[in-house]
């Protein structure tokens, strides 16, 4: 059974991080003619779109995105409660999962986003590569409001380092307000 969790697990997973970057692109305003972007915005048109019809977006927030986030989040603690043999569903309680399972795919999705553009900083040779470019228009409000603070001390960029260190403090504490509070 531990199998068969993993892979439905891991392919939810997959899929929300492409509706939570969808979200993160139209967030950062990044360039949606880019081939990465492309991809994003054509694995998840055929689900938004519907919705989009039904929950209007709040200014330049997607709520569409944001509930097919929530729905895809709930949909996996289902699924897996399903497989473990749990037929008892509590809406509050399913809800309040989505919402955690979220969360923590947010966490996971700018982590490593992170990660790749600073492995690809390190193997790129000046040459336009479009998920380089994209990473950048992702990361870069993060980043910069660091390099004012810290700026590159000989050649370095430690921004990456010092976001991720946050990031990962960020998550231990949302962990940890989950189980005071559930």
Do not use: C
């Not at 999705?109 to 479009?130: C, T």
Request: proline share 5%.
């Amino acid at each position: 059974m531990n199998s068969a969790q993993f892979l439905v697990g891991t392919l939810f997973d997959l899929y929300l991080m492409v509706v939570l970057l969808r979200l993160w692109l139209q967030l950062a305003r990044a360039d949606f003619y880019n081939p990465f972007s492309q991809f994003v915005v054509k694995a998840t048109h055929p689900i938004i779109a519907p919705m989009r019809r039904i929950l209007p977006s709040i200014g330049s927030f997607d709520t569409a995105t944001l509930v097919l986030a929530l729905i895809v989040g709930m949909l996996k603690l289902t699924v897996l409660n399903l497989l473990v043999g749990v037929a008892e569903f509590n809406f509050a309680v399913l809800f309040m999962g989505g919402v955690f399972i979220v969360v923590k795919e947010i966490f996971s999705l700018m982590f490593w986003v992170l990660v790749i553009r600073a492995i690809l900083s390190w193997v790129s040779q000046g040459n336009y590569n479009p998920i380089e470019v994209v990473l950048h228009q992702l990361t870069e409000p993060m980043l910069a409001p660091l390099r004012r603070i810290i700026p590159p001390m000989g050649g370095l960029d430690l921004s990456i380092l010092i976001a991720l260190i946050g990031l990962q403090f960020l998550q231990y504490l949302f962990q940890d307000l989950m189980r005071a509070f559930f």
